[in-house]
């Protein structure tokens, strides 16, 4: 521990931070990110009583990194993640998720409605399954903010990206403020191939140890797993349809919605269908965030990180938050730290245990 191998066969790296709380967190990260995304948040909410379960999703840090996109799909990740829980003990769990770990929390809702107590989504607004096939041409000619996972979900993405990793940071982890835009159609690529890839001097929310553990996991595992979400639009339709999954999510079910108001992978129109689909619905728009908002209002890094060099440059940091680390750091782990206790504290469910 903190690694478990599923039924899948997929092995999991994970944090699991105070396991004696009453309620269950399970913390999902995004694109291009890792579970020490939720380094500031892991401490507040084991302080205030919660299990948190932080893994490394497939594809990044310490987990397995399947080549085959097909393992990537919402279906078989919503799989992997109860199977996590059941081996842990958890029954039922809150969700927290962040870009594509938000579309993932959202799709666990609907494939494992019973182990879900509520939903926190950040930085991607809950998204319906589709009722007809969508290429992601089509997608960007709709959403021209989105352009850029053409690129990603192309099969020169990964070795494009591995060549230019201190600059694929520096871009995706810039500050709002100074935020370059790489989200139309052909833009990301360009800037990777561009001169200014080679000497990266471009602000980076990342600092010191952070930076050290994103350019370290990244360089060792790569990122052809990381992109590989990018490739499962069709089969996640084939699947969803095949299953007849509904569009909204359970009338039941407390969502928080948690976004940047500078984040400019945010269609208007993603917000206008979340407010559609999902029936008791808390939005909590973070004015002059970006993208990053579990990073961007919180001071400094914490210390120690227990980074390394070696294969898994993240395994010691999960074994000592696992161990309690935590317990002796202070911090309320910023604006989304703040919101999700706060919004929690509301809900009945914070006294259930959540567990087999």
């Not at 990260?29 to 939720?38: I, N, V």
């Not at 070795?159 to 370059?180: D, G, H, M, V």
Request: charged share 20%; aromatic share 8%.
């Amino acid at each position: 521990m903190p690694k478990l191998t599923l039924p899948s066969g997929h092995t999991w790296a994970f944090v699991d931070a105070n396991p004696q709380g009453k309620t269950t967190l399970l913390c999902l990260h995004g694109f291009p990110d890792l579970g020490y995304g939720y380094r500031h948040q892991i401490g507040p909410w084991a302080r205030a009583g919660f299990r948190v379960v932080v893994p490394d999703m497939l594809g990044y840090g310490g987990s397995d990194a399947p080549i085959d996109p097909l393992q990537y799909t919402t279906k078989r990740l919503a799989g992997d993640l109860m199977a996590l829980l059941t081996a842990l003990g958890v029954g039922r769990a809150i969700v927290v998720g962040h870009d594509w770990g938000s579309f993932t929390a959202g799709r666990v809702a609907l494939w494992h409605p019973d182990r879900v107590l509520a939903l926190v989504l950040m930085s991607v607004p809950y998204t319906a399954p589709a009722r007809a096939p969508m290429s992601l041409n089509i997608i960007a000619e709709r959403a021209p903010n989105l352009g850029y996972q053409l690129f990603l979900a192309s099969p020169e993405a990964a070795p494009t990206l591995e060549e230019n990793i201190p600059y694929f940071l520096a871009l995706t982890f810039s500050p709002p403020s100074q935020r370059t835009d790489f989200t139309p159609k052909g833009v990301m690529k360009s800037l990777l191939l561009s001169p200014f890839a080679s000497a990266p001097s471009m602000p980076c929310l990342l600092k010191g140890d952070a930076h050290r553990a994103y350019l370290n996991s990244f360089r060792t595992r790569g990122l052809t797993g990381a992109t590989n979400y990018y490739r499962t639009a069709h089969l996640r339709f084939l699947e969803e349809t095949a299953a007849s999954l509904p569009s909204a999510l359970p009338s039941s079910l407390p969502v928080l919605s948690i976004y940047g108001t500078l984040d400019r992978t945010i269609a208007p129109a993603a917000l206008k269908a979340q407010r559609r689909f999902v029936p008791r619905l808390t939005e909590v728009p973070l004015k002059g965030a970006g993208h990053w908002v579990m990073i961007e209002d919180v001071p400094g890094e914490e210390s120690p990180s227990f980074v390394d060099e070696g294969a898994d440059p993240l395994a010691e940091w999960r074994e000592q938050m696992s161990a309690g680390a935590w317990k002796g750091r202070s911090g309320d782990g910023g604006a989304v730290g703040r919101e999700v206790l706060s919004w929690l504290k509301g809900l009945d469910i914070v006294e259930v245990r959540g567990k087999l």
